[in-house]
């Protein structure tokens, strides 16, 4: 077993204490490849951001585990030769499983998701509550899902939100012993995030997505004062990127996501982490297929995941700095 101190890891559980503390969200972004994992850290680094990096079950396999290893171990170096030594939690991101969850502590993440909101209530509590048991004997930090978020992201597909119930929270937290909790207020997974009957139209013809369920927020944050909440599905799908996309041979139709003042809003109540996963591969998608078009005759690959390293970078320190709000918070 490798423990996630080894790697110079933290667990969330003081980071969320902090970002509650202080009204803003820590970012959680997703990385398969060197690239993605170069861009996070570079843009943490610079911005002076906690981060966690995510890691789904599908990455996992597509990476491998034991490189995974080697990769959050030389994000820790990476940041502090960077002159900057950020905290950085690996967490698993939609563990289904605790076999997964169980492997993924052995293996030095230092947080795991277990997502059972597929389950009947019981259920979920109950495998919940097996994974926290394990995860708390070495000090690993454990987030649960109470509601479906519609989409599909890796494995996790589902075709309707079903909204959490604010009723089941308290039962939820007392019986699982959870240190996070996600919920599902109208955010969704991938880069179609809604059908286009769902959204109204701007002036300018831009799709406009229904409004997130801030009343439901806000009633979980009654029941459960000074827990921490996360959100899920929260990528704004930026429209410049869709258009480099299509412009360059690209066929996203009626790609619309979350608005970032709303996800502002709620990087200042109670939620404590938002995920970002979509953005982060439409910007790569974007640069890459801008190369492609503007220098067919380019097969080095360092030519185009060069640019599109620079793209997510940029991406994630705007996020950092004017949507999450944890820039000058590590």
Known sequence: MTHYKELGLVNSKELFRKAMEGKYAIPAFNFNNLEQLQAIIGACVETKSPVLLQVSSGARKYANQTLLKHLAKGAVDYARELGYPIPIVLHLDHGDTFELCKSCIESGFSSVMIDGSHLPYDKNAELTRQVVEYAHKYDVSVEG??????????????????????????????????????????????????????CTRNADGVLVPPPLRFDILEEVERRIPGFPIVLHGASSVPPDLVKIINSNGGKLKDAVGIPEDQLRRAAASAVCKINIDSDGRLAMTAAVRKVFVDSPAEFDPRKYLGPARDQLKALYKHKIVNVLGSANKA
């Open 145 to 198: 899902e109470l509601g479906v978020l519609a989409g599909i992201e890796d494995e996790v597909s589902s075709a309707v939100t079903h909204y959490t119930r604010p009723e089941e929270v308290e039962d939820f937290v007392k019986k699982t012993g959870v240190d996070s909790l996600a919920i599902s207020i109208g955010t969704s997974h991938g880069a179609n995030k809604f059908k286009p009957e769902q």
